[in-house]
């Protein structure tokens, strides 16, 4: 396919040039250089939505100002290819509308990102936008899903399995319950009391009724009582989560923790309540007392302790998630057939970002919160 001529001279962005919170580093740019006219096998996008995430904030934070030049922040979109290089296999025409994620590469070393009005990127990190989701719900799927692909797939669960998703609410979370869900297992997760009912009517989760739910008590009795049907945690009225497991599900041992929290106390545990064969997968950055350096040597504790030695005797993984198109589009076929969803909290435009990330770390949000750029939702397009 020959190579359009399509390019724009400039475009609104948002961009930072040293690390640190969006609200001191970002800065708003009407008119940006635009991407280059796409080659080989890239594409150049104009993008409809944007969603906000943890990844995009850690990756504004983390990445030292020196390697930070005019970077556009977050990772993830939906939109139309607007042009196609000449190596763009013809499922990318120009027109399409597609959804994807820059990868963590593109962010740190070429500063691309998707709070702006176009970007060019490979088509190894675009798959076609599922027709029965909106633009808006598309910018949603793609990063975290991923996350939680990698680790249901390094998990390797299969029907029948119990697992346990620490931390369902979030975007990973509610991606791996309805991933394990899908895949016929018997899936237990952790939220606090705001995201209950949500959890409950649009996951799926195995879950019966509040009553069934392990309370500040952690009566052994009343667990022991429901310990069949109960698979909400609500980590904020029990006194430890480890605690509630260890009483309900010691008899019933989880085959795999997905932990998207980061609970070191939920490791270190867990040979009460996960089988001595069943992996712990923690992508969860964990608490921030412990400064990234503890985080670090903890996890190299995790890893490669021997259980001779003090260390937990089972087997424990984490990963930064590998981002691709082709991943992407296996979550594009599942949410085509209706087995993966994403909630929307919010829409800001692209001016008010500031108050997007506002919204995002309120800690209040009940699912996405997206950012409008072209809107091809409303323009029908
Ligand atoms: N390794 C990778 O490749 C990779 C990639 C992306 C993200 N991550 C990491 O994965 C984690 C989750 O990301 P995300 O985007 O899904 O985050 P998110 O959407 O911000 O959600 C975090 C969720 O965790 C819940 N939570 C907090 N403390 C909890 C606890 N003690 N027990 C149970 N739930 C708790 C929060 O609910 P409440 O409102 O109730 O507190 C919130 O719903 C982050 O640490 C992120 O850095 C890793």
Redesign the pocket.
Known sequence: MAASTYHPSTMRAWTFSSGGAPEQVLSFNSSLSAPATPKGSDVLIRISHASL???GL?LMRDIPSLLRKNAIPELDFSGRVVAAGPAVPAEFASGTAVFGSVSKLGSIVHNQGTLAEYIVLNVDCIAVKPTNMTFAEAACLS??GQ?ALEMVRQAKIKKGDRVLV??G?????AAAIQLCKDLGSFVVT???T??VDRMKQTLGVDEASASDFISATDNKEMANLFSFKMQIID??QVNS?PTALETSYHASQFDAILD????QELFRRCPKYLKPEGLFIN???GDAQSGRLGFILRTLRNLFQPAILGGIPRRYM????PLSGQNAAHLADLASSGKLQVLIDSTFSLEDVISGYKRYKS?QAQGRVVIEIANMDKQGQ
């Open positions: 995430s943890s990844p850690n990063c975290l996350v620490n931390g609410s979030g975007a990973v979370g952790t939220c606090s705001k995201h980590y904020s989560v998207v929290v980061g609970s992508v969860g950055d984490t990963f930064s998630a800690g």
